[in-house]
């Protein structure tokens, strides 16, 4: 694990991108395949499995350092890392006993994995052997394994250039290479260096093209003939995937969610061997989307599917052909794609297709768009119709036109520290609006504020505190806020009885008092 | 024999305010930090060997001394001034009056110090502490191996040409680690100019510190991208930032101890070199004053207090019209229900 190690604290001790990229290539070229093969895995979010409960570590920690619970609470505060701050605690034992090194993927292999088929005890005495034995970074990076939150400031982009560099080697045939399930082995990680052929894992999908927002006014785009526009849709970007008589549906998370989309599974049994579609999942009932919040009961819930099923229908809105035939269209230009879309996709159904908005000119769509909240849609999507399918987020062909967002003026009621690395600076707001004479929480919001406003504001949390409750403060009501939010629904889980989504900070009014603070009232008469 | 008043901790028997938040009549001084040195007052008494700093802070005060374990009646209270090893001259203040003892520790370290004299333990019945890094998460390793690790940082980005910029508090840590830095460094350290006055002050006071040069107006680029620029955080985000292009950038406090306070401020490293005591050191210290009620302020002091009500001892924490270092005067809420 010492190489592993070493390579993160040369991550860790930079913020340079380029000196993080070769600080992985050359650790991609020197280490173990089998090393290199988990250090990709975890460095890209990956998990293993919870290994141990999830209140172990902190126990166990307790049990050596003496540290009483609620101290221990404090400090998380603190930290906003429960893997750092057992690190940090146990830092204070003698460490004085050492073993060999040994490399990353025994670790994972022998001794963590093994752990999910050992009794509590055996877990304990296991893991408090090894924080004896490895030295302080080694100790924080087995917690962060052991945690599963393994975020260490490397974005996967730069894991992708790095291997892409390492190998010599497209990033995109790279990243093709790293999505959908695979298993860490020297094998595995053979294939990611090998020099690009055919011959895919039938799962795999491809990467995500994504659309930026429209920030430079429209005429800048051009003449309206060149594009193509269709509604942005807010659901779950996946791709569908009918390969060798199976189906696979991605999202754009890279999760698979075939088994918690019966219906569009069923669906795809319909399209011809070798497709590929760029889709997005809806909550769908009579021609118009349902609140993105039914969607969110058939992304949590697997037990009793049937039932949910017939309350929350879905369909697979069909943007993007990527593949036809076993032949990956992606570098064709968009209306030959469309064109090939349109052969195998109808435009009703559980599987449809996104249809074109016709609208001839840039004003008509601005008017048009104008009814996008009605529709529950987000705004216009605009995409070039020379325009490739891409890999990732690169500006030029596909752009998002979204609608601005609802906005209201809202009251900092309660703060909390951050996690991450916002710990120890108090960056999570609780907003409320008036009901009655009461103030009734609304929202949370995390960003939108700039680092002087968050450290003006945290140094005003600090002294303004009327009440505690664990790590969060109740301050005075004093600030307001613009919040901008992207939907309202009713809610049976929150107190006000409403959901917002996306909420975020636009400005912080200081001009306004909080009586001039939104009402309850007012929020529930913006639900559509 | 002291409450806490607005202006500040007060001893009615002696009629003195020690580190006082606003002008008093006569303040006794712990240090000569801003929080806890403020002008206005009609006169100061400080440590001895804190007065050169504290008069080139405070330029119109008036500034008596005591050496360090002298002891002077003032009204009904004898005081004498005892190391806290924070800065220079830094000083507990041990208050006695009818047989009792009160010790006022200002801010703190046990940790080693070149410019320090090490803090003396000093037993008492009630005993007033910081608690700035009071939790179990903060612990220091020893001031050599952070030192080590500045300058094999220095080294590495000597050989890369990028200039080393280390941000530091501008009165004690840096001149505690130029003086850490005497045996080490190969060339004069570049100070920014908020610096040099109280680097100077410290020569002044007879502290041997590694040689330094402030850095000329015009100087840049090139000319620093071989050296070791120490300057305070608030030049992040100034022009003057454009005179160390491409710096590798470094914050050196207790604070750096968590790994997301660094990342949110975006420092490429951060050295764990505090002038305040870790969380040992604090629970050792109360231990060794033998004081049965401990008072607690500054950071964490409900975390300590209440460490230290569970085992036993009478605590309560005194309120502080500073949070560190932020500089801001107004008072702290009422401890929280």
């Given amino acids: 694990m010492k190489r592993f190690a070493t390579l993160y604290e040369a991550i860790d001790r930079t913020t340079s991108t380029n000196a993080k990229v070769a600080a992985l290539v050359e650790y991609f070229r020197s280490a173990p395949p089998a090393d290199a093969a988990w250090a990709v895995y975890f460095l890209t979010g990956r998990r293993l499995k919870r290994l141990v409960p999830s209140a172990a570590l902190r126990e166990w920690a307790e049990m050596l350092t003496g540290v009483p619970e609620w101290l221990f609470g404090e400090c998380y505060a603190a930290v906003g890392d429960g893997a750092e701050l057992v690190a940090l605690l146990l830092d204070a034992l003698p460490h004085d006993e050492v073993e060999f090194d040994l490399p990353l993927a025994s670790w994972v292999e022998d001794r963590l994995l093994p752990l999910a088929k050992t009794d509590i005890a055996g877990q304990r005495a296991n893991v408090m052997r090894w924080w004896r034995v490895l030295p302080r970074t080694e100790r924080f990076l087995l917690n962060k394994l052991l945690t599963g939150e393994f975020r260490v400031g490397v974005a996967q982009t730069l894991v992708v250039r790095a291997l892409a560099e390492a190998a010599a080697i497209e990033t995109t045939t790279v990243a093709a290479r790293l999505m959908g399930d695979w298993t860490p082995s020297d094998d595995w990680f053979a294939t990611v260096l090998a020099p690009a052929t055919g011959g895919a894992d039938a799962s795999q999908p491809y990467p995500f093209f994504l659309a930026s927002p429209l920030e430079d006014p429209l005429e800048t785009l051009g003449a309206r003939s060149d594009w193509f526009v269709e509604w942005k849709w807010d659901g779950i970007r996946a791709q569908l995937i009918r390969r060798a008589g199976q189906t696979w549906l991605w999202s754009r998370g890279e999760e698979l969610i075939t088994l918690r989309f019966p219906e569009i599974a069923a669906a795809a049994t319909h399209l011809p061997d070798g497709t590929v579609l760029d889709g997005e999942v809806l909550a769908f009932r009579e021609a118009r989307p349902l609140p993105f919040s039914a969607l969110q009961q058939r992304i949590g819930r697997q037990r009793q599917l049937a039932q949910i099923m017939r309350a929350v229908p879905v369909v697979f809105m069909a943007y993007d052909v990527l593949e036809q035939d076993g032949r990956d269209l992606r570098a064709e230009p968009l209306c030959v794609r469309r064109a090939a879309l349109m052969q195998c996709v109808p435009h009703a159904g559980v599987l449809r297709m996104s249809s074109e908005v016709n609208e001839p000119t840039w004003d008509a769509l601005a008017t048009l768009r104008a009814e996008s909240r009605a529709r529950r849609v987000e705004g216009f999507i605009l995409k070039r119709l020379s325009s490739p399918y891409g890999v990732g987020r690169k500006r030029g062909d596909w752009w998002k036109w979204k609608i601005d967002p609802l906005t209201i003026d809202a009251v900092l009621i309660y703060a909390q520290p951050g996690s991450g690395r916002r710990a120890s600076l108090l960056t999570d707001y609780t907003f409320g609006v008036w009901d009655g004479d009461q103030l009734v929480p609304i929202a949370k919001a995390y960003s939108g504020l700039s680092n002087a406003e968050i450290d003006e504001l945290d140094r005003w949390i600090r002294r303004h505190t009327r009440d505690r409750h664990g790590p969060v403060r109740v301050v005075e009501p004093v600030h307001v806020f613009e919040l901008g939010f992207e939907a309202i629904a009713p809610s049976t889980r929150h107190r006000s009885g409403i959901a917002v989504r996306f909420p975020r900070m636009l400005r912080w009014r200081r001009d306004k008092g909080v009586s001039e603070a939104d009402t309850l009232e007012a929020l529930k008469r913006l639900m559509g | ?337």
């Fill in chain 2, 1 to 337: 024999m002291i409450t806490d008043t607005p202006r500040g901790l007060f001893c009615e028997a002696g009629n003195f305010y020690i580190d006082p938040w606003q002008p008093v009549g006569r303040a006794l001084i712990t240090h000569a930090h801003s929080d806890h040195a403020r002008p206005g007052s009609d006169a100061y008494l400080c440590a001895a060997p804190g007065a050169t700093v504290l008069r080139h802070r405070l330029p119109e005060a008036r500034v008596e001394t005591l050496q360090y374990g002298a002891t002077i009646a003032i009204g009904d209270v004898r005081v004498s001034f005892h190391p806290a090893g924070h800065i220079v001259g830094s000083a507990q203040v041990r208050l006695e009056r009818a047989g009792e003892v009160w010790v006022v520790s200002g801010d703190y370290k046990r940790a080693a110090d070149p410019t320090a004299a090490p803090f003396e333990p000093v037993r008492c019945h009630t005993f007033i502490t910081e608690a700035t890094f009071a939790l179990p998460i903060y612990t220091w390793d020893p001031p050599a191996s952070v030192i080590d690790e500045i300058v094999t940082w220095w080294r590495l980005n000597r050989d890369a040409e990028q200039p080393s910029l280390l941000f530091c508090y501008v009165l004690g840590k840096a001149q505690r680690i130029l003086a850490e830095l005497r045996e080490h460094a190969w060339e004069p350290i570049r100070l920014h100019g908020a610096m040099a006055g109280v680097t100077d002050a410290y020569r002044e006071a007879g502290i041997a510190l590694a040689a330094t040069e402030r850095i000329a107006e015009g100087t840049r680029g090139k000319a620093l991208s071989r050296a070791l620029v120490l300057a305070p955080i608030s030049a992040r985000g100034t022009p003057w930032m454009r005179r160390v292009p491409n710096a590798s950038t470094a914050f050196a406090s207790g604070l750096m101890r968590v790994r997301g306070v660094r990342r949110q401020r975006a420092f490429d490293r951060g050295f764990v070199l505090s002038d305040h005591a870790d969380w040992p050191s604090l629970l050792g210290t109360i231990e060794e004053t033998g004081a049965s009620r401990v008072l607690v302020t500054h950071g964490w002091s409900d975390a300590l207090a209440r460490f230290l009500a569970e085992r036993g001892l009478e605590t309560a924490t005194l309120r502080t019209a500073f949070e560190g270092e932020a500089g801001e005067l107004a008072p702290e809420p009422e401890p929280a229900a």
